[in-house]
């Protein structure tokens, strides 16, 4: 029963090198999402997938890069980390969309400092 | 500009106590408010999800309300445990389509519950 699975669970990163953060779910979801919480703010979405193939920006996109491998797989990359993409890193999914009544199931974060 | 606003920022409470959690929002137009529990370095977790004609639900000891003309909603926990000592966040949801429908996240309530 595992749920959503992300790796690393964490990273350090140098200014201008580049990672990208797994995440897979066993739940047969149709959306994915990736969230960053930061102290003192809400959970704030950097992109979505509604199905396989398909994605969309979300609040805070810039400096990030997602694919939607498949159902099961959704991946967030960081081509140049800067210090400001400092955070914890969520995945989530859920059976229907952002516009629906079913609740997020979340990873347990990728916690990322860049220094 | 959608906002979700949560009171107090942090609780100790004593086990076998009861508290209420506040929150109050402005996202329009409304969709759902769901309440969730995140336990420190963890995702969070779903506890209740409520629609515009809802005005409480249960989750074991956990009891939500929800008042759609004030906007409020409260989260209240029954005889407290060790357990519950977590981050409770309160996200509402805006009506949209695809990525316009939107989920705010608030900033969450601390809750320390002590012997």
């Known amino acids: 029963n595992a749920g959503v699975t992300q790796t690393p669970k964490f990273q350090v990163l140098k200014t201008g090198q580049s990672m990208t953060l797994q995440c897979a779910q066993d739940?047969?979801?149709?959306?994915m999402y990736w969230y960053r919480q930061d102290p003192g703010m809400g959970l704030r979405l950097i992109y979505y997938s509604a199905s396989e193939g398909t994605t969309d920006k979300g609040e805070v996109p810039n400096g990030y890069n997602v694919s939607r491998l498949n159902k099961r797989e959704f991946s967030l990359r960081l081509e140049s980390a800067a210090p400001s993409q400092t955070s914890v890193y969520f995945c989530?999914?859920?059976?229907?969309?952002?516009?629906?009544?079913?609740?997020?199931?979340f990873g347990n974060g990728t916690r990322l400092t860049v220094t | 500009k959608n906002q979700v606003e949560q009171s107090p920022q942090s609780l100790i409470i004593l086990e076998g106590k009861n508290c209420t959690l506040q929150?109050?929002?402005?996202?329009?137009?409304?969709?759902?408010l769901r309440w969730y529990k995140q336990d420190t370095g963890r995702g969070p977790v779903s506890l209740t999800i409520?629609?515009?004609?809802?005005n409480t639900k249960s989750n074991g000891r956990y009891t939500a309300t929800l008042d759609a003309d004030t906007k409020q909603s409260s989260l209240h926990i029954t005889a407290s445990q060790l357990s519950d000592s977590a981050s409770y966040i309160c996200v509402v949801s805006a009506v949209g389509t695809g990525t316009a429908s939107k989920l705010t996240f608030g900033t969450g309530t601390r809750l320390q519950v002590t012997l």
């Open positions: 739940m047969n979801h149709n959306s």
């Open positions: 409520m629609t515009f004609s809802e």
């Open positions: 929150c109050n929002y402005t996202v329009s137009p409304f969709s759902n």
């Open positions: 989530a999914s859920s059976e229907d969309g952002l516009g629906g009544n079913s609740p997020l199931h």
